[in-house]
């Protein structure tokens, strides 16, 4: 693969990195409750050395009764000081899980003006397969300066979406499984519908990735991207559960040159709550 410091990089190109002064990495480890993984605990066994845990949890809007809704730009400011990450800083971050809930603070960063920033190709798994160093201590962290500037245009909001999806002249790109967007197994999260917005495109997130949690070379994401039949010619709004894997199809946009998307934040988690809103099924 292509290492881009603005989107993905290879375990190669850490290891290789990983003593730069200016380079800091996140360990955004998140798991769904039927995942039964302890994110916290994990990190606290093991991780790349020099990682800082950033918690999806708690670092986003405590005001919203939505899952890890983004956070104002105030508390991400804050709580990335306190973490020692700031301006000038080149920021790597990864997960447990190969691929799952990385992209979306790549994202995060990226909503609050911050690009240098990417996903370490394949995770935590494949750094510890290629037998790399980890450590159990928690770095020694030193405050330092961070400015952001919102970028409101890679959010969307449910009022938004649903213009979107009544006028049609976005294309909706669906993360989640085939089954939960035909709306034929149940969510996961109790008390929402099942289904999908009408005139969403199903592009499971794991169609993007290898086996192994990788994310697909450049020419094979255009594949998967064409054979779904997303329109591409308008701008994109990728949707999820709550908002984490739709980030992954954000990246995989990114990585194929196609800049004009943004993120619906509340997701189905959101519009699968609202009976007024429309769905589709099948």
């Known amino acids: 693969m292509s290492d881009d410091p603005k989107t993905l990089v290879s375990t190669e190109w850490l290891a290789?990195?990983?003593n730069d002064p200016d380079l800091r990495i996140l360990d955004a480890s998140w798991y769904l409750p039927d995942m039964n993984r302890d994110a916290a605990a994990e990190y606290a066994r093991g991780h790349i050395p020099?990682?800082?845990f950033f918690d999806i949890d708690e670092i986003s809007d405590s005001r919203s009764k939505l899952p890890h809704m983004a956070p104002p730009t105030e508390k991400f400011m804050s709580r990335l000081r306190a973490m020692g990450v700031g301006d000038g800083h080149q920021v790597v971050v990864y997960d447990g899980a190969g691929m799952f809930s990385a992209a979306r603070v790549w994202w995060l960063f990226r909503l609050m003006g911050k690009t240098d920033i990417a996903v370490l190709d394949g995770g935590y798994p494949k750094w510890t397969l290629e037998g790399r160093e980890t450590e159990d201590l928690p770095p020694v962290l030193k405050e330092r300066?961070?400015?952001v500037q919102r970028q409101a245009h890679l959010v969307r909001d449910v009022t938004q979406v649903a213009a979107a999806a009544k006028l049609g002249d976005h294309t909706i790109l669906d993360a989640r499984g085939p089954a939960r967007f035909k709306g034929s197994e149940p969510e996961p999260r109790a008390g929402l519908r099942a289904g999908?917005?009408?005139?969403?495109?199903?592009?499971?997130?794991?169609?993007?990735?290898?086996d192994d949690g990788t994310m697909k070379s450049v020419s094979e994401l255009k594949t998967v991207f064409?054979?779904?039949?997303?329109?591409l010619g308008k701008p994109v709004i990728t949707s999820c559960g709550s908002g984490v894997t739709a980030a992954i199809i954000s990246l995989a946009l990114e990585r194929i040159g196609h800049r004009n998307h943004s993120l619906y934040d509340g997701s189905w988690a959101e519009w699968g709550q609202f009976d007024q809103l429309p769905i589709e099924t099948g």
């Open 16 to 18: 290789q990195h990983i």
């Open 226 to 231: 064409q054979a779904s039949g997303a329109d």
């Open 145 to 147: 300066h961070m400015t």
């Open 50 to 52: 020099g990682a800082r």
């Open 196 to 210: 999908h917005i009408p005139g969403a495109t199903n592009l499971y997130y794991k169609s993007l990735l290898n």
